[in-house]
């Protein structure tokens, strides 16, 4: 007979017995796998690294040229050169990445074997981040303490320092120089994250083990600790049974984590970051292949990004503060195009594996190549009134969940009618994301006057007051032409106001600098002014004879980071950025003439409900006879039940927030009168469900979505006069 002590060491022997730093980090790279990616996931990773080795050895093993055959597979022919390049720098971040927590440490191999693969493609896709808890422990970011930095934010600033540190090569800067000491100072929460694992590692005596050089390790032991039990599946008590003691942070060598001594090439990395701002748009739908197709613009684009992480030639690669720097006040969100980058890796499409072992290499990657093709669909229903440059441009620096693929232009000033008002009606009325683009000439730098150089500076307005926020929008002003420069801060610090008729928008730095774009209505020049910080040794201040302004809104309720169920990098067809982008003033007409039309059908159905629910109209159908009216009924009610999402959306699509509550009300109430009072007949819901499968294909996925919810509602309230009917 089993006895309970039995029973207990058998769910202990489960787990491996942790007394070695190999038999440590064998365990991390098992919970790594085994959490983040899905079977299927490791299944094709192994068959991929299998296929694409140039080695016969056992066990397999890539090299540079390996790793990067395989990248180049779902990458345009444009970009082959770049990631040749970039090549040495990508697999000294795969194999330090796979090494973690002792990625500061000599590495013993020179290689990389399929577990450093895998831990290196989870940490890359961000894949811990949901999967992982508490690996990575944050403070959650809410609308009732806006000033707190949201857990997103300690995130980006944690994954920065380690793709630092696993990009770099060892330079001879002494440990003891003062790079080390200024970056505990730029990173305050590694010391906030330290002390919560310490307190939940529970692992003995770490007196010895120096908190802010072994954060990294401390995440790894608390991982590794809270998954070192066991639960029998017949066990109805659900108890947990605790595996062996794991050997303790004092017995593990240190990880370095504060060790920022390093340099990344310049070449290696600013062929880098060709890469990924050509992969920037793939969260809108779009890939790298638009904007290989214009390469002129794609390298200049480039080069005036990669000036602000360099030093003028002064050092062969970048420190940590200028890649701090840079990643702060020039492209933020470069490596959100990580994922897209890195696809392939998990590309899950139900490709036979042993097809692709069986192939020649040649044939497999064709394979891969069409697969990879199949899963980037794209909307050609829909037009950007932004072009693809200026989107990439804004997609690096504005917040990655904002929906640049719903963009349509508020209002738009020239310099022939030179007014301001309409813009500072809607910033002072906002209900959504708002950006303001100022376009115009530079000023000379010889003289007063304005030369031909165009230049497009602006300010972006957050609305973190939208519910389905995952993460906090911050505001910022920023310049795209000739440098690339954005300042941020939250929204309770930005600020909108007129002083002597100059339009001020102000961003306060982490300083308590103030940095402002200034538009001034008399003159028609606009001044965005960027102060001195770290890594920038000089203020900003740039002078501009205005163009034109275009005030651009976001639909709310929309991101740009709406992944699939299985956490992969795909997107869904509704946030599809099309191929197809039109010219501003092209889009603007069109949307004026959409506005228009729905204008028209909106308060032709407004009036429709609003007679039906007036209670002393008399109902047409009473004078017709009994066939003819009741299919004007059944055409007359179908005609209220639908009229009301377009009046919903109409109203909001408008930006009249004043009237956004009253339409609500008046068409929830029609939707509910309609069904539980009049409607009278099943059959009703077979034109609704047809007019709605119309709606899908002839308009907007936005509007589809606002009509979906009142859809739910009347069939709830159907629902409920069923019930009351038995």
Known sequence: METPQSKARASSSILPRIETQDQFQ????????????????????????????????VPVCWNTSDLIKFMEVTLPQELKSDLTRAGPLLFRCVQRLGSFPWHNQPLQVQDIDLDTLVTAVVILLRRYESNLYPFVVTKSWSLDNPQEIDGNTQQDQWLHKLLFQCMSVVSDTPEEADVEESVVKEIPDDQVIVDKLSDDSDSGDVSNVVASDDDHLLQAHALVSARNRYRSEDDEKNVFTYGPPIIELTALPSSKSQDLRGLIPNDEFESLLKILLACQLYLCGSGPENLCANGGALDKLTSTAFSGFSQSGIQPGITWNLFNSGLTTIVPNIFSALPRLFASFILDQYLDHDLILSSTKTVAASLIREAFRQTQSSNGRNESVLDALLLVKLATILPVDLPLQTASVISTISCEDFNLNPIRDQIQSKNQPLLLLVKGFASSSTSSDFDDTEVVVGAFLPHNATPSLSRRQNACVFQLSNELLSVHCSEVKARYFLDEGVHKFQIQTLSNDLAELSLNEKTEVARLFVPRSDGRPAATLSKIRIASIDLVGFSAGKSRLQMSSDNSFYVPSRAILPTRILPLSQTRQYTAAEFSFLSIITSALAL????????????????LPSLPGAIFDFLWSSS?????????????????????????AIALASVLTVAIVQVGSLLLWGPIVAWWIAGVLLLSRDRWEVGAWWFRAVLAAKVVELTQNR
């Open 608 to 623: 429709v409900v609003i007679y039906q629910l007036c209670p002393n109209c008399r109902h047409p159908s009473n004078s």
């Open 26 to 57: 064998a365990r991390f790279r098992q919970i790594f796998r085994g959490s983040c990616l899905s079977s299927r996931e490791l299944d094709w990773v192994k068959t991929i690294f299998e296929k694409f080795s140039s080695t016969s050895q």
């Open 640 to 664: 209220v039940a639908l009229g009301t999402p377009f009046i919903a959306w109409n109203v909001v699509f408008a930006e009249n927030r004043n009237s956004v509550a009253i339409s609500i």
